[in-house]
């Protein structure tokens, strides 16, 4: 069974472009999160989907951040315009239907603004 | 608001000897997780703990939940250089994952 895929697995930007990080699930989990890991701090939070609707985005850091996972299938994670304090590694994990069971994460993408 | 403790940061042993990685968490948890991450690569699910007194073990490593303490812990026993990673417990509250800041761990020949 394929695990959680990331793309890409590095983009480096300069300030103010856009870049879009995508994470294709598990197949069959209705169940997607975000996380990023920046610099030197804990992995946290962004949001979670189920299926295509978006059940918790308490994360987001601001609004330059737009997720979509169109079709309940992959997601996006679209940063316009990008800061320097982006720059960090934006993780993707996906669970079971009932979202009790164990998350599974993908590599991660690293995003360094410069 | 869930927060999550992990001590020790950086970890470096040797090999053959024995440690324990503790992790506290502020408040009530549905249930908490160990991940393993190698550098570059996915975390890696460990360990499940569900209820107060869990214990879990798979080979070198085994963990366990004190829900009246707050605290789970990773023991590591008889080191060897495979274990060197990053450690880091989750606790899950709602349907996110609240995490500690890693243990790196090192263990040396």
């Known amino acids: 069974e394929a695990g959680v895929t990331q793309f890409p697995s590095h983009s480096v930007i300069e300030k103010g472009q856009t870049v879009t990080l995508r994470c294709d699930p598990i197949s069959g989990h209705d169940n997607l999160y975000w996380y990023r890991r920046v610099m030197g701090k804990e992995i946290k939070f962004l949001l979670h989907?189920?299926?295509?609707?978006?059940?918790?985005e308490s994360g987001m850091p601001n609004n330059r951040f737009l997720a979509e996972r169109t079709g309940g299938t992959y997601s996006t994670l679209k940063v316009q315009p990008a800061e320097l304090e982006d720059s960090g590694v934006y993780f993707c994990?996906?669970?079971?239907?009932?979202?009790?069971?164990?998350?599974?994460f993908g590599p991660g993408t690293r995003l360094t603004v410069l | 608001e869930l927060k999550v403790e992990q001590n020790p940061l950086f970890l470096s042993m040797q090999e053959g000897k024995n440690y324990t990685i503790y992790c506290n968490y502020s408040t009530t948890s549905d249930r908490l997780y160990w991940y393993r991450q190698d550098p570059g690569k996915s975390l890696e699910s460990l360990f499940v703990l569900l209820s107060n007194g869990a214990v879990k073990q798979e080979g070198r490593l085994m963990a366990s939940l004190d829900t009246k303490a707050r605290l789970s812990t990773l023991h590591i026993t008889a080191a060897v250089h495979d274990l060197s990673a990053t450690y880091f417990c989750a606790a899950f509250l709602g349907s996110r994952l609240t995490f500690g800041e890693g243990t790196q761990l090192t263990v040396n020949p």
């Open positions: 989907f189920v299926k295509e609707s978006k059940q918790d």
């Open positions: 994990a996906s669970s079971q239907p009932s979202g009790l069971d164990t998350q599974y």
